[in-house]
């Protein structure tokens, strides 16, 4: 009998926002069997910054892609593109439309995002930024996960803020790459680009369709 699939510990994030008339948004995910590696991933590469500025260092949950310097987030990406890490992506093309920030549409997109290797990794630790803080909201969204899920798969879900969890932390950074490299042309996406297993870029209508239909 072959053995079971390893764990594999997911860390997810996205960049952009739902609700604004914005042309874009991003999602990521970071998979690795052993991410206790990356742990400390960004307090090493904001220690560096700090002595080499000469400055009082900032608390490594203080960094995100969205206030980083280009520096310190060419750095995080150079440290993650030799991590025992692989990614998988979604771009979300709005269409024009304001998304409605709900558990079924975030759910949807969640999904739609671990699709792409969830065949080849079915037993996951997924850990979710706090997108929601209301516990019926969470629930409502775990519910559609293990929906979803594939039958011969375990998954386990955590909402966290991600300043205390590395594995989103680092997401954030994938999935701000990835915004601002479709967006703006931002090339510091490059760096991890060769680690990408899987990606996808999809209009809203047809995911939202594709996983309301598989509600029926």
């Known amino acids: 009998m072959n053995a079971p699939p390893s764990l594999i510990h997911i860390g997810l994030d996205e960049s952009g926002a739902l609700t604004a008339d914005t042309p874009l ?36 949950s203080e960094f995100k892609w969205s206030n980083a310097s280009r520096r310190f987030r060419t750095e995080v990406l150079s440290a993650l593109a030799v991590a025992e890490a692989k990614f998988v992506t979604l771009t979300v093309r709005k269409e024009g439309r304001v998304i409605m920030d709900t558990p079924d549409h975030y759910a949807y ?67 701000g790459s990835l915004y601002s490299w479709r967006k703006r042309g931002d090339e510091t996406f490059r760096l991890i680009e060769p680690k990408v297993i899987a990606s996808r870029d999809e209009g809203w209508t047809r995911i939202k369709q594709k996983w309301l239909g598989d509600e029926k």
């Open 25 to 60: 948004f991003t999602m990521a995910g970071v998979l690795m069997a052993q991410p206790n590696s990356v742990r400390n991933l960004i307090k090493r590469v904001a220690a560096r910054s700090g002595k080499r500025l000469r400055r009082p260092r900032h608390s490594p």
């Open 109 to 175: 997109l969640v999904c739609e995002l671990l699709e792409q290797c969830w065949t080849e990794y079915p037993n996951v630790q997924l850990s979710l930024d706090r997108h929601f803080t209301s516990p019926t909201q969470v629930a409502a969204t775990n519910t559609l996960l293990y929906r979803r899920w594939p039958r011969q798969g375990i998954l386990s879900v955590v909402h966290v803020d991600s300043r205390h969890s590395p594995l989103v932390g680092l997401a954030d950074f994938v999935a």
